[in-house]
């Protein structure tokens, strides 16, 4: 049974009001609309994160970061978010959706979440990437507004990782250190408060927080569609990227940034498929790129 | 608005009746479960060509070969074929769907045509391809079956043809000639007498026959989601293919090969993005691969 690891995601700034004041029952009730619920939270000077049942929640005091997978109706909830604290407190809004392979199987499409969004937001709808291959479907308030310096993002979304790496994510049992291990965490997050979560039989989900920076990671470790995403706002030049390349071995993966050049960022044994690059009108510059790894070979197809 | 040009298709193989002495009226109903109907036709010594609204049907004595697309319900014509031919004089079945990027708008998807297909056959369902890429799920029939020497088929599935044959094939008011010149018939199908549709405001289908040799064409023109589609029994070791995409400089294709090694067939300009390839239990050898253009470079997003 396929699950649909890709995420729907959304990132709101609001000026007038201190998000992180509103209280986790605000949170709770918010992320009930996108029919996931809360698992646990860290906090730290600048933000909050919430583990969700599908994802992550991040709040800081001007803007949220919602970001869930499989089934959920992510629209219901970014509606509810800005109704809550007023259209008129809305700085910016980026609203976004990975193109699914089981869109039968979703509650909305994303045609049905731009027309819910225009009924109260005037916005733009740009496609990213071709609609016959991966493709990410990004909608964003039409209102002039200026990235802060360090607003950058990076969502590394990987499909198709090793049958090796696969295999061990997928034994049932592990304890969160074993997890944090396999990811080299240590490594990668040196000095990050985690809190984790391992799903049984399997699946994994992660939020880090060290000052302003943030991370976290999704794992859908299931052979022959296992997909695994981060999103952070640590630099994808620093040895971040290959480390977990390194470790997952994903056959293909896509890229979002903003506020970063992709291009130079091709590694080893992976080639660019495609990239698409575009300064929104919102204000900022969003690159999508995807990357395969060279050596595919002949393979057998998969009886079922 | 998106239209899904990737095709559905069957071929069955029957025994103790001439499936071309049916007549048409047999053939327009069966065409009519599929919620397609048929336009003209053109027959040879030992082939009935029939066009249709949504692709082509072919018939010789002892096989069919069916293929529709866009919102069609292939599985009910392949059903009623089974029935009313009777299941004991099926030799060979096998029944093939590409993986859909709108699959919410079909009206069944193929796990749904799966549960069908297996009231009544006893199959075998293969998936080709990576789950989160193209990939093409094939079902057939277990029975032992032994093609003929010559019983080889190419589908060249081509997808983002350049934009200034997308724009050449998107004018209105072609005749059918001048398509025919784009495409270079007289080159890649010389002598053959073909059937052919310019649809209105545009689209174009062609079914062609020369001897035991047949091919058929299916154009989606439009910008951003072009598709055309080929499949014949013509060699793709002739100068056949690379003609084709000489002409329509497609982004992508697939190609899917019955009885034939594609892994060297590789042209220049393309890689090889995945190839899959098995000897399948009811006789056949099936090669599923993806190639697209190595020159990307960098896009802009499409505003919607």
């Given at each position: 049974m396929f699950f649909e690891g890709?995420?729907?995601k959304f990132e709101a700034v609001f000026s007038g009001v201190d998000?992180?004041?509103l209280g986790v029952d605000f949170y709770r009730e918010l992320v009930a609309k996108?029919?996931?619920?809360?698992l646990s939270s860290i906090s730290n000077d600048v933000?909050?994160?919430y583990l969700l049942s599908e994802s992550s929640l991040f709040v800081w005091s001007d803007r949220v970061l919602m970001i869930t997978c499989g089934r959920t109706t992510l629209i219901h909830a970014c509606l509810h978010m800005i109704n809550k604290i007023g259209k008129e407190n809305l700085e910016s809004l980026i609203f976004q959706r990975k193109n699914e392979y089981y869109s039968h199987l979703q509650h909305t499409t994303f045609d049905d979440d731009l027309k819910i969004l225009r009924e109260t937001v005037d916005g733009t709808f740009l496609l990213f990437g071709h609609e016959h291959e991966h493709h990410n479907c990004l909608f964003h308030y039409n209102k002039p507004f200026t990235p802060a310096e360090d607003d950058k993002t990076f969502e590394l979304l990987m499909y198709d990782i090793s049958d090796e790496q696969s295999d061990f994510l997928t034994t049932e049992g592990h304890t969160q250190q074993a997890i944090r291990d396999f990811f080299k965490f240590d490594k990668i997050l040196p000095g990050?408060?985690?809190d984790d979560f391992v799903f049984n039989p399997y699946g994994y989900s992660m939020n880090a927080l060290k000052g302003d920076k943030y991370c976290t990671i999704h794992v859908t470790p299931q052979k022959h569609y296992s997909y695994v995403s981060f999103e952070t706002n640590i630099s994808m030049e620093s040895n971040f990227m290959s480390t977990i390349l390194d470790v997952l071995k994903p056959d293909s993966f896509d890229m979002v940034a903003f506020?970063?050049?992709i291009a130079g960022l091709t590694p080893d044994n992976y080639d660019s498929r495609m990239l698409f690059s575009e300064k929104i009108d919102c204000g900022y510059r969003v690159d999508f790129g995807h990357f395969y790894r060279r050596d595919a070979g002949v393979k057998a197809p998969r009886k079922l």
């Amino acid at each position: 049974m396929f699950f649909e690891g890709s995420e729907k995601k959304f990132e709101a700034v609001f000026s007038g009001v201190d998000l992180r004041t509103l209280g986790v029952d605000f949170y709770r009730e918010l992320v009930a609309k996108s029919q996931a619920e809360i698992l646990s939270s860290i906090s730290n000077d600048v933000c909050d994160a919430y583990l969700l049942s599908e994802s992550s929640l991040f709040v800081w005091s001007d803007r949220v970061l919602m970001i869930t997978c499989g089934r959920t109706t992510l629209i219901h909830a970014c509606l509810h978010m800005i109704n809550k604290i007023g259209k008129e407190n809305l700085e910016s809004l980026i609203f976004q959706r990975k193109n699914e392979y089981y869109s039968h199987l979703q509650h909305t499409t994303f045609d049905d979440d731009l027309k819910i969004l225009r009924e109260t937001v005037d916005g733009t709808f740009l496609l990213f990437g071709h609609e016959h291959e991966h493709h990410n479907c990004l909608f964003h308030y039409n209102k002039p507004f200026t990235p802060a310096e360090d607003d950058k993002t990076f969502e590394l979304l990987m499909y198709d990782i090793s049958d090796e790496q696969s295999d061990f994510l997928t034994t049932e049992g592990h304890t969160q250190q074993a997890i944090r291990d396999f990811f080299k965490f240590d490594k990668i997050l040196p000095g990050f408060e985690i809190d984790d979560f391992v799903f049984n039989p399997y699946g994994y989900s992660m939020n880090a927080l060290k000052g302003d920076k943030y991370c976290t990671i999704h794992v859908t470790p299931q052979k022959h569609y296992s997909y695994v995403s981060f999103e952070t706002n640590i630099s994808m030049e620093s040895n971040f990227m290959s480390t977990i390349l390194d470790v997952l071995k994903p056959d293909s993966f896509d890229m979002v940034a903003f506020e970063q050049n992709i291009a130079g960022l091709t590694p080893d044994n992976y080639d660019s498929r495609m990239l698409f690059s575009e300064k929104i009108d919102c204000g900022y510059r969003v690159d999508f790129g995807h990357f395969y790894r060279r050596d595919a070979g002949v393979k057998a197809p998969r009886k079922l």
